[in-house]
């Protein structure tokens, strides 16, 4: 290595310790919400006296601050805090597939799973192993975050790294590398939907299809798994190693422990591959059909309608349940149902602080969301880029840092596009840009900045695995760990992008970069 190169990664991580000492000062990731909470509902209070000329392109009426300090509003906020809670997304999807992947861990499938993957996967190709596999985990839903990471990093400790490098290269992976994809995911319907009613705003006819960015995803998968793997390997690993040693009780933990395969875990783990693949035949046999109670009314199984889409978790929590019962039976693990329902148990207590962090989280999102807060500050930014008047390519690059910087603060991909692109595609297909292309600008900076902002969901479950090696690891810990990860993504999808368009590569199908298509 250079002596120029030395010195920039002096300075990186001058920078990320910084960044690292920072957030570890700043109280639990739950007075964070405690705190917004209170900032939110005073803030909705002051600029609602301010009269704003803005209009939602939605429901086309004009955006009003609503003052949740006002008495109505603070007893609604007291009498929906049990809803908002009971609604908060990520946690019924935490919950329940954790009560599957409970039943994995406790009969020890997951542990003999990694045990037999560490035996075919070269040390040398663990990281863009566990990239790859983090991509092929977008099909899931977000119930995914409770197993990948965990893993990830039970993987790389078994394999003498540092296994905080697992718990960041599987957070890019799923995460940050969102928009790159093997196979279409369930997000593509959602935002094709919303992409195409904002076309049609503009052209009555227009029609987008459903896998408008796939090619575009898939070329992109390649770009983010080299990405992902030369930052893990030279800036995170190198940093973590210098700054954030291991707990000394992490090596006697017997959970962080995988020794040799014994002959009757392998006869175990025969029978759970068996189990689970028969059930996965049989679901497959039974969405076969064009008329299979699986399906949306219109014959889909990809639609959001689709009752195994909607089913999806319940669906999560059989694929691992399943093999780990029938390697727990086999093995001898399971003698009765009540060593089953000790293991649910048990993985639950891993959760309790998150349940606490998802009750604050929620009233959070509920006064966010109520107040019209969120709704203004999507609007007020589109229409400011809008009113520059750059050219082409430098609105969509003004449209992607835009996004990167709502998505600090509002992380739902569905909740900003449903706003912002009925501004963006409409103002883009009069500069003569395609629909397709101002949504896959969009994902660009959707998926890249997710992984840096400690308003994610996930944030405070991945704190809590990565303090399961580092007691110290808190907020500044995740955060400066995932910052290079946002910026080298944020800079390759965008150039990917960008060749994509100078070479007229077609990002999707049905897919064009101009409007009207030539």
């Not at 109670?293 to 909607?310: H, N, V, Y």
């Not at 691992?320 to 093995?331: D, M, R, V």
């Not at 003569?432 to 949504?439: C, D, H, V």
Request: hydrophobic share 50%; charged share 10%; glycine share 6%.
């Amino acid at each position: 290595m250079s002596t120029h190169q030395d010195v920039e990664l002096g300075r990186l991580d001058r920078f990320l310790n910084i960044v690292e000492r920072l957030g570890n000062k700043l109280p639990h990731i739950t007075m964070l919400f405690i705190y917004a909470l209170i900032i939110a509902i005073v803030l909705s209070w002051a600029l609602s006296y301010i009269d704003f000329d803005y209009h939602n392109p939605i429901t086309k009426d004009k955006i009003v601050i609503i003052n949740m300090m006002s008495p109505d509003n603070l007893l609604n906020l007291l009498v929906s805090s049990i809803n908002n809670f009971m609604a908060f997304p990520p946690l019924g999807i935490t919950l329940v597939a954790t009560l599957g992947i409970g039943i994995a861990e406790g009969s020890g499938f997951i542990h003999i799973l990694l045990k037999k993957l560490l035996s075919i996967t070269p040390q040398k190709l663990l990281t863009p192993a566990i990239v790859v596999i983090s991509i092929f985990s977008h099909l899931a839903s977000d119930s995914v975050y409770v197993v990948l990471m965990p893993v990830a990093a039970l993987m790389f400790y078994a394999c003498g790294r540092h296994p905080l490098a697992g718990i960041a290269c599987s957070f890019a992976g799923l995460s940050g590398g969102f928009t790159a994809s093997f196979t279409p995911s369930v997000i593509d319907p959602v935002m094709q939907s919303f992409t195409e009613a904002a076309a049609r705003t503009v052209d009555a006819d227009y029609v987008v299809n459903v896998l408008c960015n796939y090619f575009y995803s898939l070329g992109g998968t390649i770009f983010v798994i080299l990405a992902t793997w030369y930052v893990t390997d030279k800036i995170v690993e190198p940093r973590l190693m210098k700054t954030m040693p291991i707990d000394k009780d992490v090596a006697s933990n017997p959970e962080n422990v995988i020794d040799k395969i014994k002959p009757e875990e392998t006869k175990a783990f025969r029978v759970a591959v068996i189990a689970e693949l028969a059930f996965l035949l049989g679901l497959a046999i039974l969405c076969y059909p064009e008329d299979s109670i699986f399906r949306a009314e219109d014959g889909s199984l990809t639609s959001p309608k689709a009752p195994i889409m909607q089913g999806l978790v319940p669906i999560l929590f059989f694929v691992f349940s399943i093999p780990g019962l029938a390697y727990g039976i086999k093995i001898g693990k399971f003698k009765t149902s009540s060593d089953v329902i000790h293991s649910m148990e048990h993985v639950l207590h891993m959760l309790l602080s998150f349940i606490v962090f998802a009750f604050f989280a929620a009233q959070f999102l509920f006064v966010f969301g109520k107040s019209n807060i969120g709704a203004l500050l999507a609007v007020s930014g589109a229409e400011w880029i809008k009113s520059l008047g750059m050219p082409s390519g430098i609105t969509l690059f003004g449209i992607i840092m835009l996004t990167g910087l709502l998505n600090i603060l509002i992380t739902s991909a569905t909740s900003k596009w449903a706003i912002l692109s009925t501004i963006f595609v409409p103002m883009l297909m009069l500069l003569g840009i395609s629909p397709e292309l101002t949504q896959a600008a969009f994902r660009v900076s959707d998926s890249a900045v997710n992984v840096s902002t400690p308003l994610f969901p996930f944030y405070p479950l991945l704190i809590m695995y990565c303090q399961r090696y580092c007691r110290q690891a808190g907020v500044g810990t995740l955060c400066s760990m995932m910052i290079p990860y946002t910026v080298t993504l944020l800079i390759v999808l965008t150039v990917v992008l960008y060749l994509y368009w100078f070479l007229n590569i077609p990002i999707g199908f049905d897919s064009g970069y101009v409007y009207p298509r030539g």
